[in-house]
Each structure stands twice: as structure tokens, then as C-alpha cells.
């Protein structure tokens, strides 16, 4: 029952070879026996997921059932639950239980997705190796040895270990793909403002999107499709209507435009995760594409320039925690400084504390200029070569993250080491593309992914480029050993 | 670039942190790390190219000044750490 994709899911569902509750159960059941070895969830509320189950039930025997009535699913916990804890993988909200449900969290019930629980993730999506998060690691089901990536680890994991048919994730410098590629999924990053920001908890406003961890780019496309659309609770939300991203899934690519950024083949790269990005290259070739190297001169300003503006608005959005209307307050403050102050020292971690600390810094007086405007400046330069770049070709190929999953520990000591780990990935999240990873081969038995980045707003190729390739190859296929 | 212990101290008086003396030289050097890694940008010539806060370029959209939540009071409040007659609650500003 866990290996069903989510059509495969619906479609027994309707034809009522197993019920709602059923696969809630099964998969509740899986969690609680494999989760202790992976760490993927943080909450998991059985009531509440079998609750759901019986009205999904309920409403199939109906006929009132939603697009994914029945459909179990996990959210990552940046995501808010009414009446559920949302942790943010923060001390700072281990007592937060949200008045109100995220849109993204409300429409996929709408739809009918049963939440199972809320997944494990960097401390308010601020890392790529889930070591950040307060609720500890998140291990990597290929190798337990070996983190999940993250930001959106505990996601990744769970999806991988198929604790979940499927997960909503964020993504603000590559905290959907990079754990995509690490855990061996299909993950995809859409257009900013896609998706709605409502009740996503805020990490950098104009980077952070919600996203999708699948097993396949048929059900990413599925779920995606169940998600995004305009919401005028999201200031940025674009008011533009979805297409049907199944729909085009399996269009031909033959004559298809493919640019292979030179500057993401670079010295960098570890040597195995290159071999299989140009073997996944090759077979796109042979799928009837055109692929050619083209250059994004810019890329390599894209950490620098990432790292003050998501520190710059991760400064100011978390300026709301300040232990007054919710979360954590410091125990006998002295006054109100000590209360602010305090609060904020326990309440977050050490990464979230040095990136507050370093916006404070480049948004301060005297040095905006020197590091906001030109982060800024930059950023309209990356952004033009994209735009530039789609003016030749239609889809945009690389690796997703500069190696395979890596040992716990063995970034996590240097800040500047970690950054570099989303190389490939922050420069979608600053010009607003779409982009997504896709399982393109194994290296000393761990998943790499190749990256698909698109033009504004088609997600709908990218999702077609990965479902073909995915007709094509097996990696997506491949699972987890040791995992049952 | 690099901060110094000092600047440091100020940013997080700024910030609304308060540091462990025992990690400030720590902190301190992990942040000058990562501004020496930002300052790449430096070597770029940016004269004349224009900033840019959102990456399709929107502005922010208004809606009519109308009520449209219910008053939820109640709920929000029975999650602050502190209320009281339908108040938050903080140490004393003012003597």
C-alpha cells in the first residue's frame, strides 16, 4: 500500500479496494515503527489523522469526495495546523498551537488529504542538514549515517522511507531540492508566489515558497496542482490560473531547447554526482531534446548575494518572536529588554541566532548600501541572466546539490561550508523561477538529483521534462534499503 | 569585511539577543567568516543597475480598508505565555 503512487491511491480508493482508514492506519503504523530511527516527524496526532480518515470515508461513500479525498499526507511544521502544534523546528514555538490553518494546509484538506503529522526541518528553514533543528537531526533513510539535506529533511526522509505517499516542504535557497536529491525524490520549487506564503511561517519574504516532496513528478504535479493558485491573504500570491499540471505530463519533448549552465559543471561538483547528471543529460538527448551549454555569468555572486538578503528579511520577520503574543518567554524576566532579550537567546538556536544577528548587521545604519542595496543590485543581475538564458532555450538543466548525502557533523562546524551546499539551487530562489530536482542516478549507493529550472510560471514543462525522464529511467524507483 | 566584538555587542543589542560572554569571540569570528565570504560582491560593478525586492518585479497589492476576520480574540489570546482581562502581560515599563 506504500508503494502506491498518488493515483494509484485515489483511484483504489474510489473503486473501494481499501478505505481511507485503512491506508491512514497503514501508514500511521509505519511511522510508528521506523520514525524513532529516522526522526522524520515531530508531531504525529493519530486521532486527528484517523478523525480525518472516517470523514474521507464518509464522504466517498458520499460522493462528495475532494480531487485527494482519502490521500494521506505530511506537512512540513513551518506549515500552520489549527489545533496542532507547529514547531518551526524552533524551542522558540514548542508551545505554539496555531488559531488557524496555513491556505496551503487548508486547500489540500479541502481537496481531502488526511494529515498524518507535522515533519522534522531546520530551525525556521534556516539549514541544509536538518542538524539545525531543535528536535534533532533528521536521519537520511539511504544511510542513517548521513543527513536528509534540508531545510525540508524530516519531509524528505519521510516520503523516502514512505512514511508518507507524499509532503509539503518550503523552499528559500534549495530546502526542497537539495533534500530532493539527497533522499532520491522528485521536489519541486514552483514560481514564487505559486503557492501562498498565508500561515507558512516567515523566513525570507521574498525567497520562501511552498513546494512538494513526491516519489514521481505524477504526483508532484498532482499535489501541485491541489496547492497553488492566487490567495489574496499573500500580499505577493500571483493571480494567474493553474493549469492542469497532469495534463501535459507526458508531452513529447522532441525539439526541446535544454541549456546546461557552465558555470554549475564546475570544479566544485563532486565527480559522481557529475557522471550521473550528464548521463541524465544524455538520456534526455535521447528523448528527443536539444541540449547545449549556455552560461549564467552571475551564478557564482549567488551565495553572497542569498546571504544578506535572506539574513536582511529573516532579521525582520523574526522580530515577531518576542515572547509576548505566543511562543517562548524566558523564565523572571527583569524587565522588558531582559524579556525580549533573554527570550530570543534561549528561545533560538545558534544558525538562526547568527543569521538574525548578521541581517541586523547589513541592514544597520552606514552599511545598507554596502550589503542590502548591492545584494539587491546583484540579484537583478542573476536575475537577467536567466532572463537572458530563457530567450534561448526552454529549460534550463544542472545538478541539484554539489554532492551526495554527506555525514553528519561533516559541514555543520562551519557556517560558510553549509552555504555552499545550496550553490546550485539559491539562484532560482532569487530571480523566482520554478525549479525542481529529479532523481538521476545512485553514487556508492546514494541518490543524486539533476535540477530543471523554468520560465516563469511553467511549472508544467519542468513537471513534463521529469515525468518523461521518469518513463525513460528507474531511479526514481530505486528505495531506500533497510527501510522495509 | 570583519565585525568586531564590540559591533557585535551593539548589533545584538539592535537584534534583541542576548549574548553568552562565553561565545562571543566564537559568534564573532563565525560572522566575520561569513561577511568576508559575502564581500565577493564587492568586485562587482552594480553603477546604474537597479535594485530589485521581488523577483517579478510586483508591487505590493492593496485591498479595500473593509473588515473581513471575525474578532478572535479568545483564541489568540489563550496563546499568549502571559494575559489578563483580555491583555497581554509584560514586565513593567513604566513606574
Redesign the interface.
Known sequence: MHELSLEAIRSALARREFSALEITTHFLDRIARIDPRLNAFVTVDRETALAGARAADAALAAGTAGPLCGVPIAHKDIFCTDGMRTSCGSRMLGN??P?YDATVVERLAAAGCVTLGKTNMDEFAMGSSNETSYYGPVRNPWDRERVPGGSSGGSAAAVAARLAPVATATDTGGSIRQPAALCGLTGIKP???RVSRHGMIAFAS??DQGGVLARSAADAALLLGAMAGFD?RD??S?DAPVPDYCASLDADLAGLRIGVPKEYLDAGLHPGTERAVRAGLAELERLGARVREISLP?S??S???Y??IAPAEC?TNL?RF????????CAD??????????S??EG?GDEV??R???G??AL?AGYYD??Y?????????I?QDFHAAFAEVDVIAGPASPSPAFRFGEKST???TM?LEDIYTIAA?????PALSVPVGLVDGLPVGMQLIGR?LDEARILNVAHRFQQATDWHLRRPGGID | MS?SEE??AR??????????EATVAE?TR??S???A??????A?D?TG????????D?T??L?ADEVTETD?RE??L?????SEDGL?L????IE
Open positions: 505554539f498551537v488559531p514560481t514564487y508566489g521574498s525567497l489574496p500580499s505577493t500571483i552571475h557564482p555572486l551565495v553572497p548575494a546571504y544578506v532579521s522580530a518576542d515572547g509576548v503574543r505566543y511562543g517562548y518567554r524576566p527583569q524587565d522588558l529588554f531582559d524579556m525580549y532579550a533573554r530570543r537567546a533560538f541566532k547568527r538574525i544577528l548578521v541586523t548587521y544597520s554596502a550589503y542595496r548591492k545584494a539587491q543590485q546583484i540579484r537583478r543581475l536575475a562551519d557556517p560558510v552555504y530562489n532569487l530571480a523566482g523561477v516563469h | 565585525i559591533q557585535l548589533v545584538a543589542e539592535l537584534a534583541r539577543i542576548r549574548l553568552d559568534v563565525r560572522i567568516d561569513i561577511l565570504m559575502i564581500d565577493q560582491m564587492s562587482v552594480t543597475v537597479e535594485p530589485m525586492a521581488n523577483p517579478l510586483a505590493q497589492r485591498r478572535r483564541r489568540f489563550a496563546i499568549a505565555p502571559l497581554y509584560v514586565p513593567r515599563v
